[in-house]
């Protein structure tokens, strides 16, 4: 399926190189206008209406030990803005053989719109609602807890899917709740032990993204043979 381009880029430079926008990008952290920005700079210019769909730019942030905060980037094409303290490798996306376990780890959106995804209440006035997680005793339980609607959102690259750690933040808004950004962003990390089902269905989740707001740092599925 062709080469892949993956980027470490420190949060900490990004906002070096990202200047505020008064009213609307704030420079912090967590706030999901300015994660987007931030991403796409590192891109040339296009006159496509959705450059990032058209160059499967996908990316989340990773905090790992010992590292300060960093983003790390996916594309098809390669980034031409990189500054000093960001580090790109490409690589080829192989196939996968089916039967084969994997790890992953997804970057993912999980929110279900009342009325229409399965298991909601059909008497509910709609709006969205955060997937419950597996451990979740208190939501209906006709509504699908994390496990088997992220089964259903992989489905056809991987099966038996196994949730090992699970962590769940809301971009854009303070931890009083207060908006504090345009946008507000619910972005669930998902590491997991999983078969793969079909290679090239998983190829293609891999490089197209999984779900909802991939502009801001949803979608993106790594997975690592075991």
């Known amino acids: 399926m062709g080469s892949i381009y993956l980027v470490k880029y420190p949060m900490m430079v990004?906002?070096?190189?990202?200047?505020?926008?008064?009213?609307?990008?704030?420079?912090?952290?967590?706030?999901?206008?300015?994660?987007?920005?931030?991403?796409?700079?590192?891109?040339e210019d296009s006159d496509s209406a959705n450059p990032r769909a058209q160059w499967n730019v996908l990316f989340r942030v990773e905090h790992l030990p010992?590292?300060?905060?960093?983003?790390?980037?996916?594309?098809?094409?390669?980034?031409?803005?990189?500054?000093?303290?960001?580090?790109?490798?490409?690589?080829?996306?192989?196939?996968?053989?089916?039967?084969t376990p994997v790890a992953f780890r997804i970057a993912i959106n999980a929110v279900r719109r009342q009325n229409r995804d399965s298991g909601s209440d059909p008497g509910s006035n709609g709006g969205i609602k955060p997937v419950p997680f597996d451990g979740d005793e208190q939501a209906p339980e006709s509504i699908s807890r994390m496990t088997p609607w992220l089964q259903g959102k992989l489905a056809g690259g991987l099966s038996d899917?196994?949730?090992?750690?699970?962590?769940r933040e809301v971009l854009g808004t303070s931890r009083q709740g207060r908006k504090t950004s345009q946008r507000v962003v619910q972005v669930d990390k998902v590491d997991g032990a999983a078969i793969v089902a079909d290679s090239a269905q998983l190829n293609k989740l891999i490089l197209n993204g999984v779900g909802r707001a991939k502009s801001y740092g949803c979608g993106l599925l790594s997975v690592r043979q075991l």
């Open 14 to 43: 990004a906002m070096q190189q990202v200047p505020d926008a008064q009213g609307s990008v704030s420079g912090k952290m967590d706030d999901p206008l300015f994660r987007h920005r931030a991403v796409m700079a590192l891109f």
């Open 66 to 99: 010992g590292q300060p905060p960093f983003f790390l980037i996916q594309s098809s094409v390669a980034p031409v803005n990189l500054p000093e303290g960001a580090q790109m490798i490409s690589r080829e996306l192989r196939l996968v053989p089916e039967g």
């Open 161 to 167: 899917l196994e949730i090992i750690n699970h962590r």
